[in-house]
């Protein structure tokens, strides 16, 4: 006798839902901030015209025309269509400045995240692993950093190494280095009591292996979301160095610089302040917005 029961065709039919993988679960998540998608975009264009600019900028970045000595923009009377925003107080182009100036500006946050990154990690590691006085140590001397007024510390170190455009991403490097520090560490603390490390430790793992095999990976949100958030402050950091005298110098096109060359010309000639220091505002803000958007996306508890 056959036990097998009759199928409803409705079943049999009945589509097996479909699990979103995790890009795509992070994607939906990610664009559901209108705010964050802005600033990926202009961030996208910010690097677009750094990696293009000797293609896209109508002169080049350093060339003088003594015919044009302070030229307003180019819907402006007396403004021509050859420097659509005008020229500075040597008669250089400033669009092609500012083109050029984001390779200086977006290379130094993007370095500056990289070096405070790399550090932040080691160090956060052991400070998370070894909680003796090598940690003790380590944490004391981010605690002191974290102390100082950022710009203020940032300006003593390079009046002890010297003015210039390596020494400024050191000293802003250093800046930030504690909190990538102190993320790392939080993370591993919270990570090292998980199952899944107690049974690499029983399975033979050595050190090295459950701090980058294993611990690392899961720590990595909050930094992908702190380093975002960090190469904005590693680019004001940079331009206030810079405008100060202690950054980039001359003639270079770095955006604090070129405010630093603008400042005795702010009641004649607007365009020479208000180009750069929009150009920084509005690559702070798009930096703000992606990291507000990565945290978003990342965190679990954020997420809607």
Request: proline share 7%.
């Amino acid at each position: 006798m056959s036990t097998n029961l009759p199928i409803d065709p409705v079943e049999a039919f009945e589509p097996v839902p479909v699990v979103p993988g995790p890009w795509r679960e992070f994607w939906t998540s990610f664009s559901a901030n209108r705010g964050a998608v802005m600033g990926l975009g202009v961030v996208a264009l910010l690097l677009l015209v750094a990696i293009f600019a000797p293609w896209l900028a109508p002169h080049a970045p350093n060339l003088t025309d003594s015919s044009a000595f302070l030229r307003p923009p180019a819907w402006q009377e007396g403004g021509s269509r050859l420097h659509l925003l005008g020229t500075d107080a040597i008669g250089r182009d400033i669009l092609s400045r500012l083109m050029h100036g984001s390779r200086l500006s977006l290379s130094i946050g993007l370095a500056v995240v990289a070096i405070s990154v790399v550090v932040g990690i080691a160090l956060g590691l052991v400070a998370g692993f070894f909680r003796g006085v090598l940690g003790i140590a380590i944490m004391r001397l981010m605690d002191v950093i974290l102390t100082l007024p950022s710009l203020l510390l940032a300006i003593v170190i390079v009046a002890i190494l010297g003015p210039g455009l390596v020494n400024a991403m050191l000293a802003v490097a250093i800046v930030v280095l504690p909190h990538y520090v102190r993320i790392t560490r939080a993370a591993v603390i919270s990570e090292v009591s998980r199952d899944y490390v107690t049974a690499a430790r029983i399975s033979g793992a050595g050190t090295l292996r459950l701090m980058f095999r294993e611990v690392l990976p899961n720590c990595a949100a909050p930094l992908i979301v702190q380093a975002s958030l960090g190469v904005s402050t590693a680019i004001l950091d940079a331009a206030a160095l810079g405008f100060l005298g202690l950054g980039a110098q001359p003639p270079s096109p770095e955006w604090g610089t070129m405010l630093a060359d603008a400042r005795e010309f702010v009641l004649r000639a607007w365009w020479v302040v208000t180009f750069p220091g929009l150009a920084i505002l509005v690559a702070v803000l798009a930096f703000n917005l992606l990291g507000d958007g990565l945290r978003d996306a990342l965190d679990p508890k954020l997420k809607k």
